[in-house]
């Protein structure tokens, strides 16, 4: 999980330690940040995501898919963008940092500092351990910790490295290149299985833009021999996935089935059918069956959301962040589609932009115990995004109003209306 995240710099986004909890809701109008928090909350798992797939490195492909030298907040002084996640790993949580320099034609992207620091700062010490620190002191070269016991020497080893990659991305090369890190095995053993953990981590961090889910190819037939293991960020294979998902897990059909039959309550079956080398889907409506093609764009939104909350646990994300999952949906329907995330247990965290009252309605009795984190947007604060204080709001909450109440009302403690 996220325990914590620090942005500054990123597009409008300005936060300090923000704290997190399983579920996390962002509230606000238009243009107040909501899908630029997403986009910089998830800059490092499409960093290792994206790493591969391109001729240039995985930072390069990320900080172009944001703009390139346009991630820069606008009419801001400061040229570079920092962001800090408290991450909690299997043994211990750590502070992951990166500060880059967008750069421009001339002088293009670069990182200036990256470290992986331990969250807690060991008795007797004045500062947390640091597992790595890259371009810091001194620009191009990367340094690690060879020892983090007490009393063992922990003699620090130089490397270079470069500036446009990621050194979560860089290790397995720098590990192979450079033999006195070979020789020390707590580099390659510890500290090695540690950046594995943290990118196996990032490289199931999903998150979606409702906006961006392209429902006409949803609804096409599609390749059986297409990529299943994860949704695509258009929705494209969800045929794939759903169907992967059938066949790894012999309890996601009936999840599945549960959750569509609870929006559409005369839905008998969904199948899967087979034609002319493609693969489609019909469901089955009272006495008629119905082809994708032939839904309506609500019902193709609620497929894909019903997919991404019932995942089998290897296929899972481990953080699933979606902006405006309320786009096509009718009121009613946005309220079952808050319960699916508050009791979906196939992810760990999960982050939703919004600014539908009605479905911040259903989301009112998990915040009032504790279970849901909002943040609202803060026009006139100094960070975009400011915890939503449960004691002030307690009182209208014990009257029986719904936190969608407070929010149409323009109540100030929660906002929201954009006059």
Not at 359 to 378: K, N, P, S
Request: aromatic share 10%; proline share 3%; charged share 25%.
């Amino acid at each position: 999980m996220i325990r914590r995240f620090t942005c500054s710099n990123f597009r409008n986004i300005e936060v300090e330690d923000l704290a997190f909890g399983r579920i996390n809701l962002l509230i606000g109008p238009n243009n107040a940040g909501k899908s630029n928090f997403i986009r910089a909350l998830s800059f490092s798992a499409n960093m290792v995501n994206h790493a591969g797939k391109d001729t240039i490195s995985g930072f390069l492909a990320e900080v172009q898919r944001n703009g390139s030298s346009a991630i820069c907040r606008r009419g801001g002084h400061d040229e570079q963008v920092s962001l800090k996640w408290r991450i909690a790993l299997k043994e211990e949580e750590v502070d992951y940092s990166l500060v880059f320099q967008p750069g421009s034609d001339e002088n293009g992207p670069f990182i200036k500092k990256e470290a992986v620091d331990s969250a807690k700062i060991i008795p007797g010490k004045k500062r947390p351990f640091n597992f790595f620190l890259f371009h810091d002191e001194k620009a191009g070269y990367g340094m690690f910790s060879t020892a983090r016991k007490k009393g063992k020497l922990n003699k620090r080893k130089h490397v270079l490295a470069d500036q446009d990659e990621s050194a979560l991305l860089q290790f397995d090369r720098l590990v192979l290149q450079n033999r006195d890190l070979i020789e020390h095995s707590y580099v390659s053993k510890d500290l090695f299985g540690m950046l594995e953990e943290m990118r196996a981590y990032f490289s199931k961090f999903y998150a979606y833009m409702s906006s961006k889910f392209d429902l006409d190819k949803v609804r096409q037939l599609q390749d059986p021999n297409g990529n299943g293991n994860f949704l695509a960020k258009d929705g494209s294979n969800f045929l794939n996935v759903y169907r992967q998902a059938c066949r790894s897990d012999p309890d996601f059909e009936a999840r599945f089935f549960a959750k569509m039959q609870a929006l559409i309550t005369d839905l008998t079956e969904i199948r899967i059918v087979e034609g002319l080398d493609k693969i489609g889907m019909k469901l089955f409506m009272g006495q008629e069956s119905y082809l994708l093609s032939e839904v309506s764009d609500g019902t193709i939104e609620a497929l894909l959301l019903a997919l991404l909350t019932s995942m089998p646990q290897k296929q899972a994300p481990t953080l699933l962040a979606i902006d405006e999952p309320e786009v096509n949906l009718h009121p009613a329907w946005q309220a079952v589609l808050a319960k699916w995330l508050q009791m979906s247990g196939n992810f760990k965290q999960c982050f939703i932009s919004t600014h539908s009252s009605d479905l911040l309605d259903a989301f009112t009795e998990g915040f009032r115990d504790g279970a849901v984190d909002i943040f609202v947007y803060d026009q006139m604060g100094r960070n975009t995004f400011r915890p939503l204080d449960r004691e002030r709001v307690n009182d209208e909450l014990e009257k029986g109003w719904l936190l969608g109440d407070l929010y149409r009302v323009n109540d100030p403690s929660i906002g929201g209306w954009p006059w």
